[in-house]
């Protein structure tokens, strides 16, 4: 049996992952210290057989140390979660995405334990090329714009996975989410899905930045799960990068549109223009869609679930929370 140290495994995508490997019989610790994840979303897995869970921070070394002597694979999801975040507190944010990532590896190359390493389509920055292969520059901003941290963070993990790869021999897999989405993302830190699907539910206006002309790929967190999973079993994946995400692009005012529809909500959709909500400076891609073939050729993955029906999913538990 398999044992799988998951990193992060309370947050939206760790917490699905979870799932997923427990009923492949795998057995799953996951180490997590709730600042972003929650333990609702393990709850249901808390009592199941060859489940376990460590409230605890991913830079304790004592506690990494002991969890990674005992499980056969890493999969290190535990990471600040996206821009907002990041510009709202950015020390600790950094310092997690950075040092957390860090610490992983370290003990991963003690015991020589396979990795994972989550990464996202923030590192290729403002690159406005469509669609983004693994090889494409990646282009940062200024360091005085806070926003451009989280990309440089990121960005940097992958340097140290890749380098453990060459220089230390260690199997590391870098996947490269796109927008992904699901239930138990959480509306918390901007991400426009979620923020979208609360707003229609209760009645407020939908807030569409800019011209809503800016487009993204949403892909359902079954199909990221599946790739991650398929990633791990080709042993070709070691030392490589790979895109995860959707193709299918649509507009923000189209998304907003749809969102209102699914929900059968009366709420306006109301234009924001974007110096109402973020700092000036801010800038935002406008396309951002992935190119698959690298993984489509190393796996067969390709993404199964259309964004319709993931909406329907996603409706459905935001009904049932109305206070989440
Ligand atoms: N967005 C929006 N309204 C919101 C939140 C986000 O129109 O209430 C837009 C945002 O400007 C961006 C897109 O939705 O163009 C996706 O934003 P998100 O933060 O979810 O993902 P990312 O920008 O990182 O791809």
Redesign the pocket.
Known sequence: MTHTLITGGAGFIGSHLAEALLACGDQVTVIDDLSTGRFENIEPLAQKPGFRFALETITNETVMDRLGSECDRILHLAAAV???LIVNDPVRTIETNVMGTEAVLRVARRYRKKVFLAST??VYGKNDKVPFHEEDDGVFGATTITRWAYATSKALDEFLALAYFRSKSLPVVIGRF??TIGPRQSAQY????P??VR?ALSGEP?????D?K?T?CFCNVQDVVAAILLLLEHPGAEGQVFNIGSQEEIG?RA??DMVKARTGSSSEIRA?P?DQ?FDGGFE??RR?VPDIHKIQQATGWSPKIPLAQTLDEIIAYFRGRPAA
């Open positions: 996206g821009v907002q389509s923030e796109f927008n901007g991400m426009v899905i923020r979208f707003q939908i807030t569409v930045y800019g809503g800016q993204r923000m998304l907003a924001v974007y909500v935002d891609m951002r």
